[in-house]
């Protein structure tokens, strides 16, 4: 697999710039470009650090079969452009979202067999079924929600959920777009040899996410820590005990960097990608390690109402990622919650509008 070449679509996002800019410092001798329409607020503030690492930058829109084909030729295609958020699309018509998630995957797939270039998708943990996944046997402990080591499905056990989880049901606006994208992935890799990895993520947090109510929890909880405003335990009780998995982005970008050594391995297939249970936190116990972060208490409110999108407790079954790449995440919760931290006190006027507003 050629790697001369790199395209990062959403390139300017929390994740995609994290990836262009790390694989360039990595691989100064190969080409990274990053494409974005910078729809997500804040993105433009990545823009600086991917200049200065060398990483080129077009504005462009996915949507926009033109922005795709006007771009020098790429030998890999990384996806990170969408809209992340679970609660797109859930009120009012969904077809602004299909039309960026799915429509926009479609062309970015089209983009990678015309060039003959691999691609990696960027896939979420929210194509599991919300009905089948809140149907876990779990128990309530004092600060989380927690697994039952007896399940009744599938692809479910104390470690969390793994890819043999069944796949019927709803699963929101947001996963089933992800899930079709996924689904004519593996069309092109059948029927045009595209070389192609699927990474279904849990939660991602790190530096440079412009978290927001919908989307990024863990930087607007330290956020919020840090600029004195209240937050609030929705759902579930209200008392905060809904558990994610987390993953440091950089973590990612490690496996990454195993994934692309292992072109062998390009054949579709799908990955659960996230912390698992060791690098995982309610709520509640986010709010702890926030405080002890920022020396700073907030209040927080309750509203027990679940949104029907909620989960009560997701965490990824890791094991085949971890086993066939022999790569595990080397950053806690605690690590995390820290650099986000730092990085939010170190560029705090610039990040004020996005977290205070
Ligand atoms: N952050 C997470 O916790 C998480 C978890 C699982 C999966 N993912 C997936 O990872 C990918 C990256 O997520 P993220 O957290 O970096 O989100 P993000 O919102 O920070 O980044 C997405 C980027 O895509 C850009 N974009 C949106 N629409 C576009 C369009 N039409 N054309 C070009 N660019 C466009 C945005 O401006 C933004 O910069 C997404 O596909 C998301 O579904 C994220």
Known sequence: MNLDR?????????????LAQRLKQEHPDREVLVLDNLLR??????????????????HGDIRCREDLANLPPFDLLIECSAEPSVHAGQSGSPLG????????????????????????????????????????????????????EEQDLPGLSAEGTSEAFPLEGARSF?????????LLLQEYVFSFGMPALINRCGVLAGPGQMGKVDQGVVTLWVARHIFGIPL?????????????????????????????????LWDGRVYNVGGGLEVSASLLELTGLCR??????????????????????????????????????????????????????????????????
């Open 6 to 18: 790199i395209l990062v679509t959403g390139g300017a996002g929390f994740v995609g710039s994290h």
């Open 41 to 58: 607020r804040g993105s433009e503030l990545n823009l600086p650090k991917l200049r200065e690492a060398g990483v080129v930058f077009v």
């Open 97 to 148: 979202l299909i039309n960026l998630n799915l429509g926009g995957t479609v062309h970015c797939l089209e983009a990678a067999r015309e060039r003959g270039a691999a691609l990696l998708f960027l896939s979420t943990s929210r194509v599991y079924p919300i009905a089948a996944l809140n149907a876990a046997r779990v128990h309530e402990g004092e600060t989380r929600f927690v697994l039952e």
């Open 174 to 182: 947001y996963g089933s777009t992800k899930l079709a994208g996924e």
């Open 232 to 264: 609030q335990y929705t759902g579930w009780g209200g008392k905060g005990k809904q558990v994610r998995d987390m993953l440091h982005v950089e973590d990612l970008f490690q496996l990454l960097q195993k994934q692309l050594a292992r072109p062998e």
């Open 292 to 357: 002890q972060a920022t020396g700073k208490e907030i209040p927080i409110g309750s509203s027990p109402k679940t949104n029907p999108v909620d989960v009560r407790i997701y965490l990824s079954d890791a094991r085949r990622v971890r086993e066939e790449f022999d790569w595990s995440p080397q950053h806690s919760v605690r690590d995390i919650v820290t650099a986000i931290r730092d990085w939010i006190e170190e560029n705090r006027e610039e990040l004020r509008p996005i977290f205070c507003s």
